[in-house]
């Protein structure tokens, strides 16, 4: 349950078995409280890179009686159930099911365990740990080491912590038997640092530093929170400002005033407190003041479910603010893309001198993702001029519709960043012809965009059979199928991280070639695929579309192949 320390549980089991050489995915499953209800933290094992769940697993630790209820039909045939509740009372169907699928069901007595071992009740959950690795046939010092390298400036009683591991871990319960029902995958030894395991929102962090932002804003909202999160823990030893305002309106604006004077700045939020951003977006747009929103998305209209994923707001991102004025849409998938696209992101914006709006999922934001090697950084483009002549216009009308822009100085002369309709040098207008003019102008900036941006990258196999187009977290399900088919399937993957402006000269190849297409995206409509529609009149006729707030488990993508 929520307050059990399950997320602080998972995260030490994933350091450990990454340390221990092994390849690591986890995820999060929690309530809308701060106490109680049922919260899971999933790890998978593998030892080739995988970046997605599976629906099942091979050892369950409930710590309640709910949690038990919950997750027991997850549980693989041969798998073990690990349990620290006497009055847990199974029914008979569940006392079937366990003996239909020959699962090991366990008790072990971790909260009498951690109190004979020195600890408190609380560390009753690293009793549960000291005996899950012992199950998987780790050494224990592993554990050990990471566990006491997390809490080392806590006020925590250390000691205790080991000897609670080492309680767990060499408690008469166990059976060498449950060992053999558990596939450890073999080990692998990364590199010299042994790889890298951070969540999309660490991600995000890193390379905000790294793309030289110096202020970041926000109003917290799941599941964005956590890279405010990041950036105030961060904010001393990297000189950023972190500030938190008084909700979403405030903390947009803050953003695109501190772009105006120069400040690479970024405002993170989800759904409803992006609605609340329109308006300034739609400023930025006609004032052609350069901004970043990292939009999270998570599953439902209004509150929805706060703390469970999807995918459905790609067409706001689309659509938001009134008027018509040039927007980027951006779409990360995992951790390393959440690295790179938020530094392109801010090059963009500065370069174009537009809003961009970067999204996420919480899948992405929350989950932790291993990856040997972190991305190369990104050089910074900011577009700005240096030499500013007394009769510069600052929306000079271009070619390319990019105008000069600088930063206001003793230097360099103000300007005017108007929101009315303008002229060149940024006064009021309301003429037909130079409204049509400055209009068109800021449209050509995204023909000029669009012939910098990739096409959508095509994954899997030179010459599939079948296709799956998407974007966001669902890539990573699918490449991981893929791998699971790759001896019986041709399958492929085309994957958009640029969605507007949209390019279509791959797809309309795969099109031609009538490849057999299957759109795949967690909303409930298919937006990409109605983006595409509205864009070169194609409509799939095959969908894979998933909406309860779940991610795509590998199962969802092999069932489909198989049915």
Not at 42 to 48: A, F, G, L, R
Not at 404 to 418: C, V
Not at 434 to 446: D, G, P, S, V
Request: aromatic share 8%; charged share 25%; net charge negative.
């Amino acid at each position: 349950a929520s307050g059990q320390g399950i997320n602080t549980i998972g995260v030490l089991l994933v350091r450990a078995l990454k340390k221990d050489g092994q390849r690591v995915f986890a995820y999060r499953e929690y309530p809308s409280l701060i106490k109680g209800g049922v919260a899971s933290y999933q790890v998978d094992i593998s030892n080739k890179e995988i970046n997605s769940s599976s629906r099942y697993c091979n050892i369950l630790l409930a710590f309640t009686p709910n949690s038990l209820n919950e997750y027991l039909k997850d549980v693989k045939e041969n798998g073990i159930i690990v349990y620290d509740q006497k009055d847990i009372n199974l029914t008979d169907e569940q006392k079937l099911y366990i003996e239909k699928k020959n699962i090991s069901s366990i008790f072990l007595d971790s909260e009498n365990i951690a109190l004979e071992a020195g600890g408190i009740k609380i560390m009753s959950n690293v009793v549960m740990l000291g005996f899950l690795w012992r199950i998987l046939g780790l050494e224990v010092q592993t554990l050990i080491d990471v566990v006491l390298k997390h809490f080392e400036n806590k006020n925590v009683d250390l000691r205790a912590e080991e000897n609670c591991i080492k309680a767990g871990y060499t408690s008469a319960t166990f059976r060498p038997e449950y060992a053999k029902k558990v596939n450890t995958p073999k080990r692998e030894i990364f590199s010299s640092n042994n790889g890298y395991v951070m969540t999309g929102n660490h991600a995000i962090g890193l390379g905000a530093v790294s793309g030289g932002v110096r202020a970041y804003y926000a109003y917290p909202m799941t599941p964005s929170t956590s890279i405010f999160k990041y950036m105030g823990e961060n904010a001393e030893e990297t000189g950023i400002l972190v500030k938190q305002a008084e909700n979403e309106i405030t903390a947009v604006q803050m953003a695109m005033g501190s772009m105006y004077m120069g400040t690479r700045a970024l405002v993170g939020t989800s759904g409803g407190g992006f609605d609340l951003m329109s308006e300034t977006i739609s400023c930025t747009g006609i004032s052609e003041t350069p901004l970043v929103v990292i939009l999270s998305q998570r599953t439902g209209a209004a509150t929805g479910l706060p703390t469970w994923t999807g995918a459905s707001d790609l067409n706001v991102a689309l659509k938001a603010s009134h008027g018509e004025f040039p927007r980027v849409v951006m779409a990360t998938s995992d951790a390393r893309s959440s690295y790179t696209l938020i530094q392109k992101a801010l090059n963009i914006a500065e370069v174009y001198q537009l809003p961009v709006i970067l999204l996420m999922e919480k899948q992405i934001s929350e989950s932790i993702f291993n990856f040997k090697e972190m991305p190369k950084v990104e050089k910074i483009e900011r577009g700005l001029i240096e030499t500013v002549e007394e009769d510069m216009q600052r929306y000079r009308i271009t070619d390319i519709g990019i105008s000069p822009r600088w930063i206001p100085s003793k230097e360099k002369k103000p300007y005017l960043a108007n929101s009315d309709e303008h002229s060149e040098n940024g006064s009021s207008i309301e003429s037909s012809e130079e409204t049509i003019a400055m209009a068109n102008k800021r449209l050509r900036k995204l023909e000029t965009l669009a012939k910098e941006l990739p096409e959508p990258t095509l994954y899997g196999d030179k010459n599939p059979d079948l296709i799956f187009v998407g974007w966001g977290s669902v890539k990573n399900a699918v490449l991981d199928a893929i791998e699971v088919e790759k001896d019986s399937r041709k399958v492929g993957y085309l994957h958009y991280e640029y969605i507007s402006p949209l390019k279509t000269e791959g797809l309309e190849e795969l099109i031609a070639e009538s490849k057999r297409l299957v759109l795949v995206e967690n909303n409930q409509t298919g937006q990409l695929g109605n983006y595409i529609k509205e864009n070169i009149g194609y409509e799939f006729k095959e969908k894979l579309l998933k909406y309860d707030g779940r991610p795509f488990f590998v199962e969802d993508i092999l069932d489909f192949l198989k049915n």
